[in-house]
């Protein structure tokens, strides 16, 4: 027997830094763009995996040097 729930979709809102709408619009298209495309390709992006991902983003020195080189002003 199968134990697993059906995955439902969610909406989500946060607030990000901008320096104007029009940033905030690119972020959201990217996001969502990011998402259908895994979830077409059979991998939906599942918010318990999102969310370890993001909070484990320093344990990998590689990841962590390039996400802090990439946001430097």
Known sequence: MDDRK???VF????EVYAYDEKEVEELRSAIVGFISFHAQQGRPVLAKKAAQAIRGWDQ???VKNKIINYFKP
């Open 6 to 8: 059906e995955i439902k």
């Open 11 to 14: 909406p989500i809102n946060f």
């Open 60 to 62: 990998n020195p590689f």
